[in-house]
Every structure is written in C-alpha cells, then in structure tokens.
C-alpha cells in the first residue's frame, strides 16, 4: 500500500496505504504528523456519479439507440450491464472498485447512501471547477469560461512547489485538454505542465512514438488528445523524476458525452480503471512511493440526471453540481461508501492535499475552504 504520497487527478481523492498503518493524529486545518511523502490528484472530467456509484444506466443507453435497436443486443451492454448496481459497477471499474475501495480507500457522493460533494461555484462547468479544486475556493466573477486564460491565482501545485521547495519537474501535471497548461499555474513555467499535445522531451524512441501518435491519430476534437496519452507520458514522467506531487487529468468521459455516445463514456470509465491499475503497480514497486503516498480522485463537474440531459452541464442543468470524491493513503482510516455523512465540497481538496504533506493551505489562503475533517473518521 502507499501511505506516505498524495495522488492528484480528475475527480477522486484516494490515499493508498501499502500496508494497514496508523491513522495520523493531523487536526482538520493544522499541519502535523502525516505519513504522507507524495500526493497524486486525478480528476475524470464530467464523470457522473450515476456510473462511478451504478455502472451502466440501461436508460440512458436506450436512449442513445435507433427504435430497432435494442440494449441487449449491443457490446456496452455484454461487456457492462448487471443486474445490480453494485455488480454492475465492478464490471465496469474493477480494479477501482476491488481493490483501491474494498481495502484502502473511500469514496463519497452517492446520494442514495445519504452522501453529497457538491462543488460551489455556480458555473458547473471545466475551468471554473478545475480553477476551485486547485484554488480551495470559487471565482465565479473572474473565471466564467473556458477560455485559454492564465489562471489569475496561484494554485495549490504552485504552493506545493513553493513550500516543499521543489524542483520543477516534481511538480507535474499532465491532462487531455490543452487548456490545463493554463489552469494548473497562475506564473507559466512554474510546474512541469502537459497538455493537449504537448510533445514531451527526451526519453527515448517509445516517446517519441506517443509524441507523434498523438498528433497523427487525433481524437473527434480539437483541443484535447486521447487520454491513453496523457497516462503514458505521465508515466514516462513519474519513472524518470519520481514527482512527489502529480496530477492526472483525463478528458474522454466528458467529451465522449457531449458527442452523445454513452457506449465511449462506458469505455473511458473502463479505461481509467487499467490505469489506476498500472499507476498503482508502479507506485508499490517504488520505494520512494510505497507507503508513502495519497491520492485524490475526483471530477470537475457532474451532468444532468435525465436521458434527455445526460450528455449537458452547466448552471441550468439540474444535478451537475454533485459531483464525487474518491480518497486513499496511509492517514485516512475510511474505507468504502460514505454513508449518512455532512456534505463535502469541492474546494475543500486543496487544502486537504497539501494538509495530507502536513502543511496548511489556509495560512497563506485564508479564504479558501478547511480540510475534510470526516477523512480522519472511521
């Protein structure tokens, strides 16, 4: 298990312990006794709740076939589809679900079990809650778009960085969409940022192979890269400067459902599930990792709830402000589905990262919002 490291990526926090430890006695807000070396943020960009907590919605796949077609006859249906939510759910994120949540982790958000994250801002769409995940606050007035805008303010990398007085290239992140180059840090060049299709730089002919593929296999659109991509050359990146602060973000389950095609979204789920799976193996075989480790796992915005508004978000669409959190690492003594719990909020995970490496966001943030105080529950 990983216990001493934080993971960032696309809507989950999870802190992997490597072997059952004591829990940290750190007091919601004040930095202290954290077992955690390294933290890892992944984020899965408008993934809803409904598959992350159900596994395939047989409506809304209905919804997305001819009248002469049915469900049953398709491939998301034999490779997905249980006959309960919780079956259903491991078929499609297996090893998320049997592994990183059975034994290491725990994950908030599903309403049905009395849980609720919630982001703040009211825009409900991907800069602006990438901008309040990464801030500890929301900046409805100044960040309104999804523009390629330098964020306005410093993020919670940037403060890592600062604090730990790190190296650039340990501070990385790597995403789908391009314009993460320009959300992930208020000074350019601060951290290691790759975007879109950035090509990254010097490691041999398997690179250079995913730096040309990325360009020459292009996705439906324009501005993001296939995420198997963004996960290699993260990787590449993790093996070579072994960062102690990394964020994955991952596109395809937001853009697969603007297009309208459920059965992608399914597959991108599924995807993401391998690579937990091969970022896991790798952080258990590196010492500097194992035991050593948090992760985050989350999403940037939810969708609506409906088969007539699945594939939107945004401030009209009812739903799309709750979201889920996924969580791991040696400190936090949760496991499983939260159940019966006071609401949690987006903005909260920034300075819940950077408490997990026992410092206090809040001390040079003062308005961003507190720890997540139930990590430290059972």
Request: hydrophobic residues 40%.
């Amino acid at each position: 298990m990983i216990t001493a490291a934080v993971l960032l990526a696309a809507g989950v926090l999870v802190r992997f312990p490597i072997s059952a430890g004591s829990v940290s006695s750190v007091q919601p807000g004040a930095p202290g006794r954290s077992r955690t070396e390294n933290v890892v943020l992944i984020t899965l960009d408008g993934a809803r709740a409904q598959e992350i907590f159900g596994g395939l919605d047989l409506d809304v796949l209905r919804s997305t076939l001819p009248n002469d077609r049915r469900a049953e006859q398709t491939r998301a249906y034999e490779r997905y589809w249980a006959a309960t939510p919780e079956a259903a759910r491991v078929k499609l994120m297996p090893f998320f679900w049997t592994v990183i949540m059975a034994q290491h982790g725990s994950i908030a958000g599903n309403l049905a079990r009395g849980s609720s994250v919630r982001v703040t801002n009211r825009h409900r769409f991907s800069y602006p809650g990438y901008a309040e995940l990464l801030l500890g606050e929301a900046h409805d007035d100044a960040i309104d778009s999804n523009d390629k805008r330098r964020n306005p303010y410093p993020t919670v990398l940037e403060f890592l960085k600062q604090r730990l007085h790190l190296d650039k290239e340990r501070v990385a992140a790597f995403a789908s969409w391009d314009t993460f180059d320009w959300i992930v840090e208020h000074e350019a060049g601060t951290i290691a940022s790759n975007a879109g299709f950035d090509a990254y730089e010097g490691t041999g002919p398997a690179i250079d192979l995913v730096n040309r593929l990325q360009v020459e296999a292009p996705t439906p659109w324009d501005g993001a890269r296939h995420d198997a991509y963004t996960f290699e050359l993260a990787m590449a990146h993790l093996k070579r400067f072994k960062p102690r602060v990394l964020y994955l973000a991952f596109n395809e389950t937001d853009d697969w459902a603007h297009d309208g095609r459920y059965d992608r979204v399914l597959d991108a789920l599924h995807a993401t599930d391998g690579y937990l799976r091969e970022l896991w193996t790798v952080l258990q075989q590196d010492a500097a990792y194992r035991d050593r480790t948090t992760v985050v796992i989350t999403a940037d915005h939810a969708r609506g709830n409906t088969t007539a508004d699945w594939r939107d978000h945004g401030s009209k669409i009812a739903g799309a402000e709750q979201i889920w959190m996924a969580f791991a690492g040696p400190d936090w003594p949760r496991r499983g589905e939260w159940r019966d719990s006071a609401t949690i909020y987006q903005n909260q995970v920034a300075a819940t990262l950077a408490q997990s490496l026992g410092l206090d966001y809040g001390q040079q943030h003062p308005n961003a919002s507190r720890p997540i105080a139930q990590l430290l529950s059972r």
